[in-house]
């Protein structure tokens, strides 16, 4: 079975300060792992994936995550916060079940930034 | 417009009616999904179609969700004799291939669904 846990449900920065936004995932076979954002009222959207190429993925906006295996996590970071960044991201782990995959959502982290 | 489409976009229902909610997928995609995201929560799995075939519907929480894609394009999504704890916003997505990829879905706005 796959799952997804996302240490912290808010993460507050400051304007211009670093993005760390922590999500482990536990899967038995190789995994799909994916950072979606989701502003209010929207649905979300896709902010970079991870699938077994490179360790270290870029996505849009400037946010990037790290693969580590040995430490099973996947985390997401920005290294300057925009006030456009505060939404709620959701990481994900996609892995085969019949018929196809599932992909398992976290329970999200919402990040707001300070002026 | 070329995204995900979903309606209604709110909706109020009685305890013990049933609700039909639609997705119009982007455009050529083969695969569509549909979540549950409770508040405050992430979404969770309900059911997969590839084209028109429901592959799974593993996550589809009683007898009284029912989700159908008769011509591998727009799908609904129904819930007979609703109750409070189905009270959710209910998400679709769609993806241009086979689920079996890691291909990025691409989300609709979701229906909010209160039951009172």
């Known amino acids: 079975a796959q799952s997804v846990t996302q240490l912290g449900s808010h993460v507050s920065v400051s304007e211009g300060a670093l993005v760390l936004l922590r999500c482990n995932y536990s899967s038995s076979v190789p995994p799909y792992l994916f950072w979606y954002v989701q502003y209010p009222n929207q649905g979300l959207q896709l902010l970079l994936k991870y699938t077994s190429a490179a360790t270290l993925v870029k996505g849009i906006n400037g946010f990037e995550a790290e693969f580590k295996k040995s430490e099973t996590s996947f985390h997401l970071t920005k290294p300057s916060a925009h006030m456009s960044d505060a939404a709620e991201y959701f990481c994900a782990v996609s892995a085969q079940n019949t018929g196809g995959f599932k992909t398992i959502f976290g329970a999200g982290t919402r990040l707001f930034v300070k002026a | 417009g070329a995204g995900v489409s979903q309606s209604p976009r709110y909706k109020v229902a009685k305890r013990g009616q049933d609700v039909a909610l639609r997705c119009d997928p982007i455009s050529g995609h083969v695969s569509l999904f549909w979540y549950q995201q409770a508040l405050g929560q992430g979404p969770e799995f309900l059911t997969y179609f590839q084209n028109e075939a429901q592959l799974d519907k593993s996550g589809l929480p009683s007898d009284r969700f029912f989700a159908e894609r008769p011509e591998g394009s727009v799908s609904t999504l129904k819930i007979q004799r609703t109750q409070q704890e189905d009270s959710a916003v209910y998400l679709c997505?769609?993806?241009?291939?086979?689920?079996?990829?890691?291909?990025?879905?691409?989300f609709g706005p979701g229906t909010r669904l209160t039951v009172l």
């Open positions: 997505a769609s993806s241009p291939g086979g689920a079996g990829v890691g291909n990025e879905q691409f």
